[in-house]
């Protein structure tokens, strides 16, 4: 059974950088055909698409926030991480790894990180 | 690309039946059967509740519906129950997108 897991830091300084990975278990990022990504929900707000990954290195990034994420796998431990700098109290949200496969809108969801931009 | 529309909220007494709607444009709502809806409740990751515009998953109720009607998808609920109060989300497939297009949300209310 496909099983995501968001891991990190529930809280960065403003101005640094936000690191997360995601650990994927019952499904093989090298080989599979899905697209690999990060979802985030501010409190009390809508879902907003970060951007997503491809097993061969292909990103695609949410434009407004293109400047500052970076989406990246490591396939020799099943894993796929998110970085998104410079952040701000805006950034304060749920962060979820989701995955899809091409052509569908049927996501798989991790169970969510907060992540609480703060000094 | 824009997000799909949605209704802030909705509202309805246990017992009665309430249609979500979700409106995009002919690139993605309107040209493709795929869309889907999340039911997310406080604190929880969303769920899945509806694929390819009408197809239920295994265990959802099967009160859970969906429709489309040119660029508009639908979710309606029937027989309410309390525990159907929630955010609902519905996501499109568009080309130029990987994941979809995402809904605002809708908050039911079950009154």
Same mark, same amino acid.
């Given at each position: 059974?496909?099983?995501?897991?968001? @891991?990190?830091? &529930?809280?960065?300084?403003?101005?640094?950088?936000?690191?997360?990975?995601?650990?994927? @278990? &019952? %499904?093989?990022?090298?080989?599979? @055909?899905?697209?690999?990504?990060?979802?985030?929900? *501010? *409190? &009390?707000?809508?879902?907003?698409?970060?951007?997503?990954?491809?097993?061969?290195?292909?990103?695609?990034?949410? *434009?407004?926030?293109? @400047?500052?994420?970076?989406?990246?796998? %490591?396939?020799?431990?099943?894993?796929?991480?998110?970085?998104?700098?410079?952040?701000?109290?805006? %950034?304060?949200?749920?962060?979820?790894?989701?995955?899809?496969? *091409?052509?569908?809108?049927?996501?798989?969801?991790?169970? &969510?990180?907060?992540?609480?931009?703060?000094? | 690309?824009?997000?799909?529309? /949605?209704?802030? #909220?909705?509202?309805?007494?246990? $017992? /009665? +039946?309430?249609?979500?709607?979700?409106?995009?444009? #002919? +690139?993605?709502?309107? #040209?493709?059967?795929?869309? +889907?809806?999340? /039911?997310?409740?406080?604190?929880?990751?969303?769920?899945?509740?509806?694929?390819?515009? !009408?197809?239920?998953?295994?265990?959802?109720?099967?009160?859970?519906? $969906? +429709?489309?009607?040119?660029? !508009?998808?639908?979710?309606?609920?029937?027989?309410?129950?309390?525990?159907?109060?929630?955010?609902?989300?519905?996501?499109?497939?568009?080309?130029?997108?990987?994941?979809?297009?995402? $809904? $605002?949300?809708?908050?039911?209310?079950?009154?």
């Amino acid at each position: 059974q496909l099983q995501l897991q968001e @891991s990190g830091p &529930g809280l960065v300084k403003p101005s640094e950088t936000l690191s997360l990975t995601c650990t994927v @278990s &019952g %499904d093989s990022i090298s080989s599979s @055909s899905s697209y690999w990504g990060w979802i985030r929900q *501010p *409190p &009390g707000k809508g879902l907003e698409w970060i951007g997503t990954i491809y097993h061969s290195g292909s990103t695609y990034y949410n *434009p407004s926030l293109k @400047s500052r994420v970076t989406i990246s796998v %490591d396939t020799s431990k099943n894993q796929f991480s998110l970085k998104l700098n410079s952040v701000t109290a805006a %950034d304060t949200a749920v962060y979820y790894c989701a995955t899809a496969p *091409p052509m569908t809108t049927v996501i798989n969801w991790g169970q &969510g990180i907060l992540v609480t931009v703060s000094s | 690309q824009s997000a799909l529309t /949605q209704p802030a #909220s909705v509202s309805g007494s246990a $017992g /009665q +039946s309430i249609t979500i709607s979700c409106t995009g444009t #002919s +690139s993605d709502v309107g #040209s493709f059967n795929l869309v +889907s809806w999340y /039911q997310q409740h406080p604190g929880k990751a969303p769920k899945l509740m509806i694929s390819e515009v !009408t197809k239920r998953p295994s265990g959802v109720s099967n009160r859970f519906s $969906g +429709s489309k009607s040119g660029n !508009t998808a639908f979710l309606t609920i029937s027989g309410l129950q309390a525990e159907d109060e929630a955010n609902y989300y519905c996501c499109s497939y568009a080309p130029t997108s990987t994941f979809g297009v995402l $809904g $605002g949300g809708t908050k039911l209310t079950v009154l």
